[in-house]
DNA sequence: TGATACGATAAAAGCGTTTACAGCGCCGCA
DNA sequence: TGCGGCGCTGTAAACGCTTTTATCGTATCA
């Protein structure tokens, strides 16, 4: 087995105590001593346990993430961003899928078993009342994507300002007055931001946004496409189509095509999030960029100083921070390359 | 603070001994006392800590997942894969990158810490021997994507198989002649598989591959790109052009069309993993599907199942296992839609 | 020179489980 | 009636740490 605390102790002629104090650079030990165990420690290659040092310790130094069990590559560059800013202050990162049936809730699970210092909760439908408590106990959490109110720290790109830029540059440079919107799910704030963007700049320019122009989709593969066949069978086509992700934009631009529309001439498409794919599909999609990597790091550190500063007073912690989005245009929107 | 065994025992008037067997179901308990226990830890909302558990029963219930500092949704895929694979088993998924500085290997931290039961190593460059070792300490190790022989279990896709079809595809169907490769990185196999697919269906059927339509590229974005304006800058243009993956082959499409060419009239291209971009791309490509969400979980599952079987007589597993490709035609290579 | 304070270290008490072992009541059998 | 065995449950020792408390020299001061 591995060395333990013990062997060092004994290799190096000193107590436990005198070990752990050495290792972990706590109160004073005599320059000499602490020399021993140090070179104990290299030659027997001594790493404490992790587990025997949470339990004593009431600390795990893990930090818990729990994302929807979604193939998306905007969750990937979460991920990304959360395991860089875990690793870069010495913490594990433990993975959790939102379970399929909708009863479960696994972030519970990860709280109740003591695994987790604190969490990132990424785009899940989550218990306001039960994250308030589990806050309240401790262990700090984060909510990336997602907003149920109450004091909960939540981080968030300006879906609202991201749409509101896209849809007045297809109106106002471009002069369309005709613009559906795909929309994706609705239990987090995203879609129903980038739709009150849509919905705001229209009116104040005076433009209808009828019913039919809002058609649903679920941010999936496929929905976009579904959703794009019923929006070009309207007696009234929409001269441009905003789709709430980029992978239901790039679907509505093979629907059109499948019909032998040319996109931009005959519809514009655009998109949100500028995935790698974005760039790639033809025409090249008009989007918006989404901070996706900074937004995960920026939310594991603060569920992180949180974690630590539990004692002491802590400074206000935003209650809320929206990171800016760009408009990244290409073609399909009707811009020349 | 939560709930602890203690509590539990001294709410239904047991020994906190009672309560362990009743929650495990190890040994038997009488019908009415288990009722009774069961009600308490019903009421409490009793979960065990895993911290303690783990270090009593020196098993931890995770996974760990080690993969590359990479943005792929190759990746993301193979963490899904065994996620579920995970979560299915009742275990924990602790995922850690592999760090920038080629010296550190975090894989070697998880296990000597005691983190995790068992690992899946995805396309890391890992030291055999470490790797090893670790098995022979009992923490069974299983690699993806990565092949370091010495009898460490591997997962791997079947690239020199695909690589053939593909070429064969190309050659035998389409009748060009002068295939070139595009690269990736060199310290897993599969870039170096692939291309021996391409070297071996040319050499059988007398065509020559100069050492000039070999270019070097690194699996990311851009590499593709300027590895294909190498190859067109060439003499003897090549006909089609074989990417090790998909981004590089989207790139290498790009930089053809910026230069005026038609894929595929002008120069086919194809590439390798069928990403969800490859059907998205203009004209949309040919290459070749990984089973790649299914790799990661045959992986996690092979090595939870290592780890339990620890102790009693193990049947024999696998040293490799390799799984189908598929060829999915598209028309980079010159097919019609 | 003896009481005092202090720096350095050892000893011991948790942390919350699992699990080996002991104990107890009861039944069946000799 | 006495005793072995069995079903059930309590007790206590690990597991490998952190942290509090106790101890022991040694220097300091009156």
Redesign the pocket.
């Known amino acids: 087995?591995a060395a333990?605390?013990?062997d060092v102790a004994q290799h190096a002629?000193?107590?436990?105590?005198?070990v752990?104090?050495v290792?972990?650079n706590?109160?004073?030990?005599?320059p000499?001593?602490r020399e021993r165990v140090l070179r104990a420690i290299r030659e027997l290659n001594?790493q404490?346990?992790a587990l025997?040092?949470g339990?004593?310790?009431?600390q795990t130094d893990t930090l818990g993430l729990v994302i929807p069990q979604v193939n998306d590559p905007f969750f990937f560059e979460i991920v990304r961003g959360v395991e860089d800013a875990a690793s870069a202050a010495g913490y594990n990162l433990l993975i959790a899928s939102q379970p399929r049936q909708p009863g479960e809730h696994s972030y519970l699970r990860l709280f109740h078993r003591g695994h987790v210092d604190a969490m990132v909760l990424v785009a899940i439908d989550v218990l306001a009342h039960e994250v308030q408590a589990i806050i309240d106990r401790g262990v700090p959490i984060v909510l990336v994507q997602q907003d149920v109110g109450r004091n909960i720290p939540t981080f968030l790109a300006d879906n609202y300002y991201g749409a509101r830029t896209l849809i007045e540059h297809l109106v106002d440079v471009h002069g369309y007055r005709r613009v559906a919107f795909i929309s994706g799910t609705d239990y987090t704030p995203d879609s129903r931001e980038r739709l009150r963007g849509l919905r705001d700049v229209l009116a104040e320019r005076g433009l209808d946004l009828p019913a039919a122009y809002i058609t649903h989709g679920d941010y999936l593969r496929g929905s976009g496409y579904r959703a794009m066949q019923k929006l070009l069978d309207l007696p009234a086509r929409p001269e441009a189509v905003f789709a709430a992700n980029d992978q239901m934009a790039a679907d509505a631009i093979i629907a059109a095509q499948a019909r032998g529309l040319s996109v931009p001439d005959d519809v514009a498409v655009v998109g949100f999030d500028d995935v790698p794919m974005a760039s790639y599909v033809s025409p090249p999609l008009t989007t918006v960029s989404q901070p996706v990597y900074e937004l995960g790091w920026q939310a594991a550190r603060l569920a992180l100083e949180a974690s630590r500063e539990d004692a002491g007073a802590r400074p206000i912690t935003p209650r809320m921070v929206q990171l800016p989005t760009t408009l990244v245009v290409r073609r399909s929107c009707g811009c020349a390359g």
């Open positions: 087995m333990t605390i013990f002629g000193v107590s436990i105590g005198t752990s104090r290792f972990n706590r109160d004073r030990v005599h000499e001593t001594y404490p346990n025997a040092r339990l004593a310790s009431q």
